[in-house]
């Protein structure tokens, strides 16, 4: 080693050494056998940014462009991208945290990547930006809907404007710290997000404020615009005070328990700009009145106060004006950031609940409660002040409570560290505990959503035992991102299904007794218990989904086949009856990821196709006789009385419930008849019922698409209305007749008496089967009102 490093190698010869043993540790990183996380070095309990920022990191280190000699830089790279690319994904990072590799199976492997200039100028563009807040999709709603004024930049990172943007929203945001909140979503990242929230172009830049109308920018990108257009929506004021307002402004607001802050304006000194002065309004609302005085126009008034210069004093409620008492404070700075934190030093501490009035206390109110362990915890932070302002809409009282002088009530509480905690105002057992960021915005979001739905915390003794009232519970971690972003849809849900079960939460690191029974081996695991049934949730983490699994599980919609089931209601089953079947494995990533779609599909079918389900684990035999390839694969048996085909297998790419329904739809009988211009004329515009008429091209894809939709609107008004199609390129005269510009067209021909119907119609602006169906079921219901009243009106006439 000591020759190695000598003197007389010459320093190119040194850096490509070290180059290449610093390339070597990274090929043994990603060639060894580990995990993800590993590949990345990170923890299992890194942020999406934490991800993005190690994944970019290797990136610039290990990228095939700047490794041109390396022949195995290729496959190296391809490996960190991959995991990367599912860890920042919450659905995947849940599949690969609870099954590993084996639950992706049916992901693409990540086979592309960008150019090295992408990850070095590109990538996650504002993460390394303190004063911007990335936003993803787990955290934007809380964000947004905390009450806060939040100015939000929706980017792409392939967009030129986006980057031309950049250094001015940076600028931008270090101009409003602490007066908005900025923040930024990477479209690129979340798609999902943005298409959520309409966003079709980049950069859109979108105020929002809880209870206000979200509103878009149009403005030119320069600072100056920017700042000028927000302030619109800043809706603190700066009061300018003079002898006319001064003791009742004043006095008014002592009265109220709010203190005043103001900057005197002398010929010497520097008092604060309004720009300052705006900044620290908003940032003090609602807990200090902000004002300023011109002393060159109030002379007088200030020489009473005994200000001679300059200066800027906070008045506690109560201090006299003249600091006789020595009560008010003076500042000696002229940074808003400064002053904020030296005004908020003086304002009052949460409310200290103590051992013997807390049962009392959260049994009649609302309540958010900090946890700590000792007066100087860091979850003690001057910033939690505001909470009782943010939160008065909602009725939740803010306070303190130490556990060092409780721990029998913390310890009952299961809280082992610095938290905050919702009591709901129904006693001590019904709260929940945060374990999201201790970060206002976040812990307001948390306040608000907890209040008002129906999860609480759970442990031994609360647990749901054999109780008839069915429980859905969610075993998680507090380190697990996936856990912490599937919370907040819980209490969605929950609001909506309240009176049909409950909702718990059981922390894992806690309670490892009762995770071990119920063989939790990933979180977060969803299970409902009814009685002495368990059915596990293995859905996305969206509110609707968990809807959809609970009314599926209250009311199914697929048969769970066995052998004999199979044979009798699949294989002897009746001439016109149709079946659809998933034959799958638990354990198989793309069969969880069908289930739920397969399960809407089901309920979108009801009445029409039969849908059922084979566990090939459980019937391996019957699965094996059946010549099952793969998993999952799904079969429709058709109807006997119009084909002697065994079974139709889907093959299409799309396994979502909307592609699965078309193409089953596409096996139905036709109900529907098909038109001639004689026809038309002799039935639809001259005959006694009422007709939908779908006008189509044989050629036109959307025709085809529609088609299946169209025969299910006519099986749902079979008997009330008739369903007819006219092939607009065999008869385009009664296509052009009936005013038809495009295909497919839908149109009702009502029968009206003895009033001829028209060849034009009425154009039903829809192509979605339920919407048609209901819009027609309306129209009867208008035409039958609207028949009695002429019959009604002839037989007056009569008389």
Request: contains cysteine; neutral net charge.
């Amino acid at each position: 080693m000591k020759h190695w490093f000598s003197k007389e190698i010459s320093n190119g010869v040194y850096q490509r050494t070290l180059f290449f043993l610093i390339l070597m540790c990274f090929n043994a990183l990603v060639c060894a056998d580990q995990n993800y996380y590993d590949l990345l070095g990170v923890s299992k309990e890194a942020s999406n940014r934490e991800i993005r920022q190690a994944f970019k990191k290797l990136a610039l280190k290990m990228h095939p462009d700047k490794n041109p000699n390396d022949p195995e830089a290729h496959e190296s790279f391809l490996k960190i991208n991959r995991a990367y690319e599912v860890l920042k994904d919450e659905d995947l990072r849940k599949k690969y945290d609870k099954y590993g590799e084996k639950g992706l199976e049916d992901q693409q492997q990540g086979g592309r990547y960008e150019s090295w200039n992408f990850y070095r100028y590109d990538f996650g563009i504002y993460d390394d930006d303190l004063e911007i807040i990335t936003l993803d999709r787990g955290e934007f709603d809380a964000a947004v809907n905390s009450g806060e004024l939040w100015f939000v930049n929706f980017y792409s990172p392939r967009c030129s404007h986006c980057h031309e943007l950049a250094p001015t929203w940076r600028q931008f945001a270090k101009e409003m710290d602490g007066l908005i909140r900025i923040g930024a979503v990477n479209c690129g990242d979340d798609r999902m997000l943005c298409r959520s929230k309409g966003i079709n172009s980049y950069p859109s830049l979108y105020i929002f404020k809880a209870g206000m109308n979200t509103i878009k920018y149009f403005g030119d990108r320069s600072k100056e615009s920017l700042i000028d257009f927000v302030m619109q929506y800043v809706a603190s004021t700066v009061t300018e005070l003079w002898a006319g307002n001064y003791i009742n402004a004043i006095e008014s607001s002592f009265s109220s328990g709010v203190g005043w802050l103001i900057t005197f304006c002398a010929e010497t000194g520097d008092c604060l700009t309004p720009q300052t002065r705006l900044k620290l309004a908003s940032m003090l609302e609602g807990l200090v009145k902000v004002g300023w005085m011109d002393c060159m126009t109030q002379g007088d008034l200030c020489n009473n106060l005994d200000i001679t210069s300059s200066t800027t004093v906070f008045f506690p409620p109560g201090a006299t004006l003249k600091n006789e008492k020595g009560d008010a404070v003076f500042l000696k700075t002229l940074e808003s950031k400064e002053i904020y934190l030296e005004v908020m030093k003086y304002l009052p501490d949460l409310e200290i609940l103590s051992d013997a009035s807390l049962k009392d206390k959260v049994a009649h109110h609302r309540w958010l409660l900090f946890f700590t362990f000792g007066v100087n915890e860091k979850s003690d932070v001057l910033e939690y002040k505001k909470l009782k302002f943010l939160l008065q809409g909602e009725h939740i009282q803010v306070g303190r409570f130490d556990c060092h002088s409780a721990q029998n009530t913390c310890i009952s509480l299961f809280v082992h560290q610095p938290c905050a905690v919702v009591f709901k105002g129904k006693g001590i057992e019904d709260y929940e505990i945060h374990h999201g960021k201790q970060i206002l915005y976040d812990i307001v979001a948390f306040a608000k959503e907890s209040v008002n739905s129906h999860v609480i915390t759970l442990g031994p003794q609360n647990f749901p035992g054999k109780e008839k009232e069915p429980w859905l519970v969610d075993f998680f971690a507090p380190w697990c991102p996936p856990c912490r972003a599937l919370l907040p849809e819980l209490r969605k849900a929950s609001k909506h299904l309240s009176d049909q079960l409950k909702f718990g939460t059981l922390d894992c690191t806690i309670h490892e007794g009762l995770c071990n029974l119920y063989n939790i081996r990933a979180y977060p695991t969803t299970l409902v218990f009814n009685q002495s049934n368990v059915h596990e949730y293995e859905g996305h983490h969206s509110a609707e989904e968990i809807l959809e699994f609970v009314k599926d599980l209250m009311n199914p919609s697929v048969v769970a086949l066995t052998p004999e089931t199979f044979s009798e209601l699949v294989n002897r089953r009746k001439r016109d009856e149709i079946w659809m079947v998933d034959f799958y494995a638990p354990w198989c990533g793309p069969c969880q990821a069908l289930m739920p779609e397969w399960k809407r599909m089901a309920r979108l079918l009801n009445g029409l196709i039969n849908v059922g389900s084979i566990d090939c684990q459980k019937y391996y035999s019957l699965c094996q006789q059946e010549n099952v390839q793969a998993y999952p694969e799904i079969r429709l048996f058709p109807d006997k009385s119009r084909t002697a085909q065994q079974y139709y297998k889907y093959s299409g790419w799309h396994r979502d419930s909307y592609s699965l329904r078309n193409w089953a739809l596409g096996y139905l009988p036709q109900v529907s008849v098909d038109l001639t211009p004689e026809s038309f004329k002799e039935k639809v515009l001259n005959g006694k019922n009422h007709w939908i008429i779908d006008f189509y091209a044989p050629w036109c894809g959307p025709c085809r698409n529609f088609a299946p939709e169209f025969e299910h609107v006519a099986r749902s008004v079979k008997g009330k209305v008739k369903a007819g199609k006219v092939d607009c390129q065999a008869y385009g005269h009664t296509c052009q007749t009936a005013g038809i510009r495009a295909y497919p067209t839908v149109k009702f021909y009502p029968f009206l008496g003895e009033k001829k119907k028209s060849a034009l119609g009425e154009t039903i602006d829809s192509r979605d089967a339920k919407e048609i169906a209901d819009i027609l079921m309306e129209r009867l219901g208008s035409l039958k009102s609207q028949m009695k009243k002429q019959k009604s009106s002839k037989h007056k006439d009569e008389l």
